[in-house]
């Protein structure tokens, strides 16, 4: 599968619980607004915090978009950090989603590997970045509920091609802006290593 060199997906998730406004939404849009360089086409797409409906739109990313990267975010609601996550679990999936729904056998894809690694070296880009007014966390568990399914459902159709970054949620100092920017100084960042990689 080819990639189109210059389009990046970025996705965020829309309500659930509490939290009627998703951080991770609110700052995938504000990123929209600053953009990542007039060379690459931007495409965001908000994803409902359902594992089915997910699951069919990142497929859906990768089978018609097919884009060099797709960049998801999801919120961490008990973080301060913006946390870098590596990879992406098959197994373990118990909480039902918005929906009521919990996927068969805990499972992602019946026949995956236990996990999929990013190509993005997240330890790399966490060594290389930093954020002024937040922490910036690396981590190997994206947590099992829908950020975990949908973070190992790109991984697996994209070849790796797939990011994940939780934000924490949104307060007086972590506004939808600051968040924003933040996530377009990361995906930058993020961008280089794909270029590095196509040299």
């Known amino acids: 599968m080819d990639s189109n060199s210059n389009t990046v997906v970025v996705t965020g998730f829309g309500p659930f619980r509490q939290h009627l406004i998703n951080s991770s939404w609110e700052a995938v849009k504000e990123m929209s607004k600053l ?10 797409m908000q994803l409902p915090v359902s594992y089915q409906k ?8 990768w089978g018609t978009l097919q884009p060099l990267l797709t960049v998801h975010i999801g919120l961490a609601s008990s973080s301060k950090a913006i946390i ?3 990879c992406g679990k098959n197994k373990g999936y118990r909480e039902m989603d918005v929906c009521g729904f919990c996927p068969e056998d805990g499972c992602c894809l019946l026949d995956g590997p236990e996990k999929i690694e990013s190509t993005i070296n997240m330890k790399t880009l966490w060594k290389n970045i930093s954020v002024e007014g937040i ?7 994206a947590g099992r509920y829908i950020c975990d399914y949908t973070y190992y459902t790109s991984l697996y159709y994209g070849n790796g091609r797939a990011a994940f970054i939780h934000v924490p949620p949104l307060s007086k100092l972590v506004t939808a802006d600051f968040l924003g920017k ?3 100084i990361i995906i930058l960042e993020m961008l280089k290593q794909c270029g590095e990689k196509n040299e």
């Open 35 to 44: 953009g990542l360089g007039e060379n690459i086409d931007l495409h965001i």
């Open 54 to 61: 997910a699951k069919e739109l990142v497929c859906k990313i």
């Open 84 to 86: 870098l996550e590596q």
């Open 135 to 141: 922490d910036i966390v690396f981590s190997r568990d």
């Open 182 to 184: 933040a996530l377009q």
